[in-house]
Each structure stands twice: as structure tokens, then as C-alpha cells.
């Protein structure tokens, strides 16, 4: 697994994210999570089949799709279902497939590493971006979702 210095690095020297999965649906975590990167000055190049455009940017249907280089591959996918996502990143050359929270295939991990990409497994690129930057005081705390302060329920 990564270490801060090393998510450091990626997220300094590496700027295009091809976000897998990515849905127009400002709910969904993946559309939080690109638009935040978007914000912080990232290039979002959303996949995914089913729109044309997502959060301003021309939608593609895969990786190999992409007519411009991709450092990070950001998976929203299923730990299952990473796998082909990997192997078009290697094929394109990407240098890092980032697998989000919750977010687990060794054998995906394995096959990246081994072709010399470097691999994040199990982490959200905006909260790791938001802890390494200091912006978990803008996201979050700031606006109240996040808060020491236990909330008051009322039985029913």
C-alpha cells in the first residue's frame, strides 16, 4: 500500500484523471469526488458508456477510447469487475490505476504493478487529496457535515 509520501508524489506529479464509472448524478461519490479534483485544478476525463458528457468534459466509453495521455486511472467499479479497466490502463500507458474505497483485486494490483504502474487500492482520491493538502478543513468540517459535536436525536 501507498504511504502518504508516495500518495503525495502521485497526486503532485500526475494531473489526468480518467475516472471510471464516473455518473452524472451530483449524489453519487464518483461525481462528488471528480468534481472536487476538477476544482483543485486535476484534468477529469470521465468513462463511461452511458452519457455523453459529464461535469463539462466529453464522456468516453473505455480507456482505450481516450485520444490524449492518462496518468491516473480512477476506478469506481466493482473489485470484480476492474480487471479489463487495468489491463486497457497498462495498454495505454497510464502510470497509476487508483482503486476507490472499498475497492480490492490483488490480482488486478499485481498485473498494474508488474507493468510498472504504480497502484493505490482502498483509497478515496479526494479525501486522500483533502488530508495531504489541508483542504479537509474547506470539505467537510467547515460546512458542518463533519463535526466533534454528537447530534441530538429525538425518540419516537
Known amino acids: 500500500m501507498a504511504d502518504s509520501n508516495q500518495l503525495r508524489k502521485i497526486l503532485l506529479e500526475n494531473k489526468t484523471l480518467a475516472v471510471v464509472g464516473l455518473s452524472a448524478n451530483d449524489m453519487r ?12 485544478g486535476y484534468r477529469i476525463i470521465p468513462v463511461n458508456p452511458r452519457y455523453d458528457e459529464i461535469l463539462g468534459e466529453k464522456c468516453y466509453p473505455d480507456l482505450l477510447s481516450i485520444p490524449e495521455p492518462v496518468d491516473i486511472v480512477d476506478l469506481f467499479q466493482r473489485s ?9 490502463a497498462i495498454e ?4 497509476v490505476v487508483w482503486m476507490q474505497l472499498g475497492v480490492i483485486n490483488r490480482d488486478a494490483a499485481s498485473l498494474a504493478g508488474s507493468a510498472g504502474l504504480e497502484v493505490v487500492m482502498d483509497r478515496c482520491v479526494k ?4 488530508r495531504l493538502f489541508g483542504g479537509l478543513n474547506w470539505v467537510g468540517v467547515d460546512t458542518k457535515v463533519i463535526s466533534a459535536k ?4 429525538v425518540n419516537h
Open 92 to 95: 495505454i500507458r497510464a502510470k
Open 150 to 153: 454528537r447530534p441530538l436525536y
Open 29 to 40: 461519490p464518483s461525481f462528488f469526488a471528480a468534481k472536487y479534483m476538477q476544482d483543485h
Open 127 to 130: 479525501i486522500e487529496y483533502a
Open 80 to 88: 470484480e469487475r476492474v480487471m479489463p479497466f487495468v489491463e486497457q
